[in-house]
């Protein structure tokens, strides 16, 4: 299945928007959270070609659902709902909501830009990648078997 083609700048104006509404309610570490990493994205905007950028950026994104999760479910409001509130609150659940399908079109750009993926799971045993492997036990034996042992001229 192949991801649309979305801008960057797209993606970020969405999520400034939807943090920028869901603000009105959960202020403080929901913000500082979310606006640090919309800035990680200004920065992969800015540096188009920067591997480090955009992986920081999806890297931050991926951790604000988790974090965005702690936040709603412990500053949501119990009690005297009004109309702002509840919009406000909507707002940053929709931005929970689409965060994991923005780190996809992300990750999908992260790939575009040459980065790699990020899991090996070369700890759980040998690596089967020998393409770099060269073994130094066996020296190159020479071409003519009986010019071994024999000394060039001139020596």
Same mark, same amino acid.
């Given at each position: 299945?192949?991801?649309?083609?979305?801008?960057?700048?797209?993606?970020?104006?969405?999520?400034?928007?939807?943090?920028?509404?869901?603000?009105?309610?959960?202020?403080?570490?929901?913000?500082?959270?979310?606006?640090?990493?919309?800035?990680?994205?200004?920065?992969?905007?800015?540096?188009?070609?920067?591997?480090?950028?955009?992986?920081?950026?999806?890297?931050?994104?991926?951790?604000?659902?988790?974090?965005?999760?702690?936040?709603?479910? %412990?500053?949501? &409001?119990? =009690?005297?709902?009004?109309?702002?509130? #509840?919009? +406000?609150?909507?707002?940053?659940?929709?931005?929970?909501?689409?965060?994991?399908?923005?780190?996809?079109?992300?990750?999908?750009?992260?790939?575009?830009?040459?980065?790699?993926?990020?899991?090996?799971?070369?700890?759980?045993?040998?690596?089967?990648?020998?393409?770099?492997?060269?073994? %130094?036990?066996? &020296?190159? =034996?020479?071409?003519?078997?009986?010019? #071994?042992? +024999?000394?060039?001229?001139?020596?």
């Amino acid at each position: 299945m192949e991801l649309p083609a979305v801008n960057l700048k797209a993606i970020l104006l969405v999520h400034w928007l939807l943090t920028t509404w869901g603000c009105i309610v959960f202020s403080g570490p929901y913000a500082w959270a979310n606006f640090t990493i919309l800035a990680l994205g200004v920065w992969a905007v800015a540096q188009r070609d920067s591997v480090d950028a955009i992986s920081m950026f999806l890297g931050g994104l991926v951790v604000t659902v988790f974090l965005d999760v702690i936040h709603i479910s %412990i500053f949501y &409001p119990r =009690v005297g709902l009004s109309d702002t509130v #509840r919009f +406000s609150a909507g707002m940053a659940i929709l931005s929970l909501l689409l965060k994991p399908f923005s780190c996809c079109l992300v990750y999908h750009m992260y790939r575009e830009r040459g980065g790699e993926l990020l899991l090996h799971t070369g700890f759980l045993g040998p690596s089967q990648d020998r393409s770099a492997y060269q073994t %130094i036990a066996s &020296p190159e =034996v020479p071409a003519d078997p009986e010019s #071994r042992g +024999s000394i060039p001229q001139g020596y």
